[in-house]
C-alpha cells in the first residue's frame, strides 16, 4: 500500500484526514476533533547484500478527540484490520490541547 492510497482509505472514515498537521488560514480553519493526522515516522527496511531490499515505512495515525472516543476509535482500528495493516495503539491525553491523542504504529511495505 503506497502511502496516498493510505490517505484516501482513512478519507473514506469521513472524519477529517491530513498528512502531519493542517495548514490553517483565516478562510481555512483547522477542523473540530475528531479529526486523523497520519505520517512517516521512520523505516525499518530490510538489507540484504548491502542493499535496501525490501522498503518498510513505519507510519503514525494519530486521532485526535476532545473525550474517550470508543466508537471513532473502533471505525479507525476496523479499517486498519480491512486493510491487513497491523498496529499497536498508544494513547495520551494534552493537557494544553483537553485532547485524547490515539496513536496506532503500522508498517507498510514496499511503499
Not at 80 to 100: A, I, N, Q, T, V
Amino acid at each position: 500500500m503506497e502511502q496516498s492510497e493510505l490517505f484516501v482509505e482513512l478519507k473514506s472514515l469521513g472524519i477529517p484526514v491530513t498528512y502531519s498537521h493542517f495548514t490553517v488560514t483565516e478562510k481555512n480553519p483547522a477542523p473540530a476533533p475528531p479529526f486523523i493526522t497520519f505520517q512517516f515516522a521512520y523505516s525499518s527496511d530490510m538489507i540484504a547484500d548491502n542493499q535496501n531490499y525490501v522498503d518498510v515505512g513505519n507510519y503514525q495515525v494519530e486521532l485526535y478527540t476532545t473525550k474517550k472516543d470508543l466508537a471513532t476509535e473502533k471505525k479507525v482500528q476496523d479499517k486498519l484490520k480491512e486493510l491487513g495493516l497491523p498496529y499497536s495503539k498508544l494513547e495520551s491525553w494534552l493537557d494544553d490541547e483537553k485532547m485524547y491523542q490515539i496513536l496506532y504504529e503500522i508498517q507498510l511495505i514496499g511503499a
